[in-house]
Nanobody
Framework: VQLQASGGGSVQPGGSLRLSCVASGSFSRINEMKWYRQAPGKQRELVAA???????NYSDSVRGRFTVSRDNAKNTMWLQMNTLKPDDTAVYYC??????????????WGLGTLVTVSS
């Protein structure tokens, strides 16, 4: 299962960006999808997660500013990021787990997309 993240870029503080993550390949189902980020010199951290039923969770640092959503029919997840801050600068990765066509569990990561928040 391959994940392709896109939508990163440079934005001023207070601005918005929308990230996308598309899953492709052979699989039976995708369970949970997540967004992580890794800032320079810091560990990768979980930003947001969404279950196949649409149940969401957010880190305290982004709750109220970021919104995660998905379209199961399109195997796509989005991250709407509003009121961006310089501390949001990082490479954002999408991650998904589920069952492949042999009903074995998979965990896949995308390559990441860079978000830079700076004036």
């Amino acid at each position: 299962v391959q994940l392709q993240a896109s939508g990163g870029g440079s934005v001023q503080p207070g601005g918005s960006l929308r990230l996308s993550c598309v899953a492709s390949g052979s699989f039976s189902r995708i369970n949970e999808m997540k967004w992580y980020r890794q800032a320079p010199g810091k560990q990768r951290e979980l930003v947001a997660a969404i279950s196949s039923l649409g149940v969401t969770n957010y880190s305290d640092s982004v709750r109220g500013r970021f919104t995660v959503s998905r379209d199961n029919a399109k195997n796509t997840m989005w991250l709407q990021m509003n009121t961006l801050k310089p501390d949001d600068t990082a490479v954002y990765y999408c991650q998904a787990n589920g069952l492949d066509t042999g009903l074995l569990r998979f965990d896949s990561w995308g390559l990441g997309t860079l978000v830079t928040v700076s004036s």
